[in-house]
């Protein structure tokens, strides 16, 4: 049996993870670059732990 190795992602992986997806989407350019900018702002702004809680708790 296969066992998946957790380990945390660094912003650069969620970034591409979140763009794969928009893309996916079929989400314009300009829109995939405001949720870029939003990230960002994110990420200097929210803690790790606050936003695996929104995660965890939220309804996604």
Not at 2 to 16: F, I, K, N, Y
Not at 17 to 23: D, P, W
Not at 42 to 60: C, I, K, M, N, Q
């Amino acid at each position: 049996m296969d066992v998946m190795v957790r380990e945390p992602l660094s912003q650069a992986a969620c970034m591409g993870y979140m763009i794969m997806a928009l893309e996916n989407l079929d989400y314009r350019d300009e829109k995939i670059w405001q949720v870029i900018a939003e990230m960002k702002e994110l990420f200097d702004w929210v803690s790790t732990p606050e936003a695996e809680e929104h995660y965890r708790e939220g309804p996604y």
